[in-house]
């Protein structure tokens, strides 16, 4: 991506955070550009939506890389949706993240755009156990829900909280009689940057 493209990007979620709404001209004149000159890098608004979309995701990946004991490709389930709800608890959150819903008439396309790349993260595979998938699946809707919560300032929860949430979560994936690995929790070792 160009530096050019990156400012487009970074003033179009500017603008989503200040309460506006993104269009070719809206985009165009936050970032300082002509609507033909935005228009060279993005053609439709939709592609500028979709990239939005890509940019957003693309932090979230780094952040949530950053959780992982081991390159995300050989990172177990648990231990994703373990990075997941940490970086959920730790990371900071506003109504540009929900740049995926920031268009009725997109909504459809960048709701799956956002689902295709978040899904390395958060999809389990069909093959675990039952109860162990019920648990991962529930600790990760957890985590949707508190960056949820922060992004749309609606019922956040308090820093003393968030250790007491983590802390269920924990006693949830925990259960070695669901557990199919050594029994060793998966983040030995790793926390969210917070005391447990």
């Known amino acids: 991506m160009t530096n050019s493209r990156a400012h487009i990007l970074d ?11 993104v269009s070719l001209e809206s985009a165009a004149q ?4 002509t609507k033909p000159g935005l228009m060279h890098h993005f053609r439709t608004k939709e592609a500028l939506m979709v990239a939005l979309v890509d940019h957003v995701v693309d932090r979230w990946e780094r952040e949530l890389a950053d959780r992982l004991p081991t390159p995300p490709t050989e990172a177990s389930a648990r ?5 997941y709800l940490d970086w959920a608890l730790s990371g900071e959150f506003d109504n540009a993240d929900l ?3 920031a268009d009725p008439r997109l909504r459809d396309r960048l709701t799956t755009r956002w689902g295709q790349r978040l899904a390395p993260w958060i ?9 162990v998938r019920a648990r991962l699946a529930a600790v ?6 508190v960056w949820l919560a922060d992004a749309i300032e609606v019922f956040p929860l308090a820093a003393d909280e968030r250790h007491r949430v983590r802390a269920a979560a924990l006693r949830l994936l925990d259960d070695p009689t669901d557990d199919p690995t050594d029994g060793t929790p998966a983040d030995e070792g790793r926390t969210m940057g917070i005391e447990r």
């Open 11 to 21: 003033s179009a979620l500017a603008l989503l955070r200040s309460g506006g709404t």
């Open 30 to 33: 936050r970032s300082g550009l």
């Open 79 to 83: 231990d994703r949706v373990l990075a």
């Open 99 to 101: 740049v995926m819903l």
């Open 123 to 131: 999809d389990l595979p069909a093959d675990l156990p039952t109860e």
């Open 140 to 145: 990760r809707m957890l985590a949707d829900g």
